[in-house]
């Protein structure tokens, strides 16, 4: 197993050709870039609230000959705070994000707004504190807390997964 390998977890959201998909906390970008070349023909959107990063991801996508990545400075937490339009997404991604955000509540109620009926939500994060990376022990959001969270903003979990030998994966259909 490895670290985290975001290619091989986002085989879990069976992305098409022509989805949309949004990578909620991008970072630096590497399951946005990842998702943009499954979802060829769609649309990937890279939310993050911090302007550098954004602007990294759209050079490397355009080192990369990527053309479907449009980076949204957003904050995911507030209401309507994607500015996408309601039901729009087909896929979501949630990667190490839950343990370092203070409104959680805001992401999935956000997260429910966007994504489709029977659209698919992909959490990725930490199972434990790890020599200094990720979060403190205090501040893990296990895979149990997840399901909690989006389930009461309207999806079901389908399955779980080892993502890494740090991280767990959830994948939800939105009801």
Not at 2 to 16: C, R, V
Not at 52 to 77: P, Q, S, V
Not at 105 to 119: F, N, Y
Not at 121 to 136: A, E, M, N, Q, R
């Amino acid at each position: 197993m490895a670290f985290t390998d975001p290619k091989s977890n986002i085989e879990h959201l069976q992305i098409g050709e022509e989805m949309s998909v949004i990578d909620i906390g991008s970072g630096s970008g590497a399951y946005a870039l990842a998702a943009a070349a499954v979802a060829k023909n769609g649309q990937v959107y890279a939310v993050d609230v911090q302007k550098d990063l954004l602007l990294k991801i759209k050079g490397e996508a355009a080192k990369r000959h990527i053309h479907n990545i449009e980076t949204i400075w957003a904050d995911a937490e507030e209401t309507n705070g994607t500015k996408l339009k309601e039901g729009i997404i087909d896929r979501g991604i949630v990667s190490n994000l839950l343990f370092q955000i203070e409104h959680k509540e805001g992401l999935g109620k956000e997260m429910g707004r966007i994504i489709r009926k029977k659209g698919r939500l992909l959490v990725i994060d930490w199972t434990d504190s790890f020599g200094g990376l990720g979060p403190h022990a205090n501040e893990v959001f296990d895979s149990r807390k997840a399901k909690q969270l989006f389930e009461k903003f309207g999806f079901k979990c389908l399955k779980e997964f080892e993502a890494g030998d740090h991280h767990y994966g959830v994948v939800f259909e939105r009801i």
